[in-house]
C-alpha cells in the first residue's frame, strides 16, 4: 500500500461497526499485520467479532505494550518492512498515547497516517442538536487514584456553565476494564460539590444522559442530577448544555423528548450563574 | 428500512469519499428520496461524482429550499410515506440548519435519525496531534457582510489564546460557492488586529495551515501570519495551537515538520499572554 518504506495506519474505527469508514475497511484489509488497543478505549463484544470476521489475526496490544515499552511489538514489524496498522476506537485524537506512538514510528523513519473516524465528542453534539460553536472545555469523569479524586471534571464544568457554555463529560474506564455508568459518574460530580460548593450540581441541572451512542439502541433521555435515568449498558456519557438558542430548545423538546418547563427552568438557572460571572 | 412511518436520515458524508462509512452507504442506497445540501459545507467535483456514481438520482438542495420554504420538498417525500436522506457534507452539526430541519420533520410526526461521519473539527486535533482537552471555542473567519466586519472570530481567538487553549478557525464560504482561502483569512485577521490590538496577530504566532483535509493529497503547513505558504487548492482551515504538552510538541516538530526554535517561541509568546491574564 505505502510507497517510500513501511507505513503505520493510526485508524479510527468509529462507535459501531455502522461507523466504519471505506478507507478503515481498506486499511484493515490490505496492510500486513493489524494491532488493536483496547485500553484508552473499549468495543462491545458484537464490535470485537465484526473486526475479526475481517481479520482473524488481530493482535491486541495493551497498554504496557504501548506506554512502557514504546510500542516495540509494532515498530519490529515495520523494521521487517511490513505496514501494520494501529487499530483505536472512535476517533483516533482522545489519547496521548496515540500521537506518541506516531513520533516514535516517525523518528524511526517510517510513515505516518492517521485515519480518521466518528469521535465520541463530534457525535454527541450532532446527536444532541447542540452548537459546536458553544462548546466549552471537555473533561473526563474519573474515579479516585490512590484515594484521591480529581476535581478537574467539576471545575471544568463549573468554568463552562460560568461562560454559557456546553459541556461534554467523558466517564472514565476502570483498569478491569469496566466503564463508569452514569449513575457512578453523578455520585462523584455531588461528592466534589460538597467538597467545592460552587453551586452548579443541584436539582436546577438539565443533564442529558447518553448510552452506547452509534449503536442501533442507542439511549438519550433528559433528567436531572436527582433523577438518573436507566439508560442500560455501558459506555455512557453526560451531556450539560450551557444556555441553549432557540433551534437548541426546539430539538430537545421536540427531537429528545425533554419537557419545556425543564429546559426554561434549566435556562435561567444558567443565566443566573452567567450574570453572576459579570 | 423505517419502522412505524416515514423516516428521515440526516447522513453525514465525511470530508471524502474515503470517510464515508457503511452506515452512510446503507442508507444512500436503500432510501427512496435522496437529497443533497451544498450550501453550509461544499464537496469538491470528486465527491460529487463519487455520490452520483452511487445515487444518480441525487437532488440538490439550497439554501432557499431549506430555510425560506421549511424544507418542505423534503417533508413531501415523507408525506407520501417515502424513506427520504438528507446528505451533508462532514458531520450533520456544524449548522443549526440541520437542527432545525430534524425539528420540522419530528413536528410533522416523522421519524428522524442521525447518521454521524467524520467532522472537520474533529479530524483536524486528530491529524495535528493536539488534545480536545484542551480545544478552546470555535470560530468562524466571515467575510464582511453589508460592509461589516464581524470581530468574534478575532476575539475568540484572543480569549482562547490567553486561556492557553487551541483554537480551531473555519474558513468562510461566499455565496458564490468558493471557499475562502488561508491567506484572505489572514488578511482579515490582521485588519481586525489593527482595529482590536490585543497584540495577538503578530509574527510570533504560530499557525497550522490546513488544506484539503480528509483527502489523500490533504496538506499541513507550520507557519507564521507573515509567511502564509502555499497550500494549494481550497477547503483551508487554520489551528493556532495555545500552550503545547511535551507530546503536542514532539508531534509538532517530528510528524508535521515544525522548527523546534519556533515551536519553543511560540510557546513563550502563548505564556507570556497567559500570565498577562492572571
Keep these: 500500500m505505502s510507497r517510500g518504506g513501511p507505513t503505520l495506519y493510526i485508524t479510527g ?18 496492510v500486513d499485520v493489524v494491532f488493536l488497543e483496547t485500553y484508552t478505549s473499549k468495543g462491545p463484544v458484537e464490535f470485537m467479532n465484526y473486526l475479526r470476521s475481517i481479520r482473524n489475526d488481530l493482535i491486541l496490544v495493551s497498554r504496557e505494550d504501548l506506554e512502557n515499552r514504546n510500542g516495540d511489538v509494532i515498530m519490529r514489524e515495520l523494521e521487517r518492512g511490513h505496514d501494520a496498522a494501529l487499530l483505536v476506537f472512535g476517533d483516533p485524537m482522545i489519547a496521548t498515547t496515540h500521537a506518541a506512538i506516531a513520533v516514535i514510528a516517525k523518528r524511526h523513519g517510517f510513515n505516518v497516517k492517521i485515519v480518521n473516524s466518528v469521535s465520541i465528542v463530534c457525535a454527541l453534539l450532532s446527536q444532541l442538536g447542540l452548537s459546536p460553536y458553544k462548546l466549552g472545555s471537555i473533561a473526563t469523569v474519573t474515579y479516585p487514584r490512590m484515594g484521591v479524586l480529581s476535581t478537574r471534571a467539576y471545575d471544568v464544568l463549573g468554568d463552562n456553565l460560568k461562560r454559557g457554555l456546553h459541556t461534554i463529560l467523558l466517564l472514565d474506564i476502570r483498569d478491569d476494564e469496566g466503564f463508569m455508568s452514569a449513575n457512578e459518574a ?53 451531556v450539560i448544555p450551557g444556555l441553549l438558542n432557540p433551534v437548541e430548545v426546539d430539538y430537545l423538546v421536540h427531537v429528545l423528548n425533554a419537557s419545556k418547563d425543564f429546559v426554561d427552568n434549566h435556562q435561567r438557572f444558567i443565566h443566573s450563574l452567567t450574570v453572576e460571572n459579570k
Design 13 to 30: 474505527l468509529g462507535l459501531s461497526p455502522r461507523n466504519i469508514t471505506t478507507e478503515a475497511l481498506e486499511v484493515m484489509r490490505l
Design 186 to 238: 453523578v455520585d462523584i460530580l455531588r461528592r466534589l460539590e460538597e467538597e467545592r460548593k460552587l453551586g452548579i450540581v443541584n436539582e436546577r441541572l438539565l443533564v442529558i444522559y447518553v448510552a452506547r451512542l452509534g449503536w442501533v439502541d442507542h439511549r438519550i433521555v433528559v433528567s436531572t442530577v436527582n433523577n438518573v435515568p436507566d439508560i442500560g449498558d455501558t459506555p455512557h456519557t453526560i
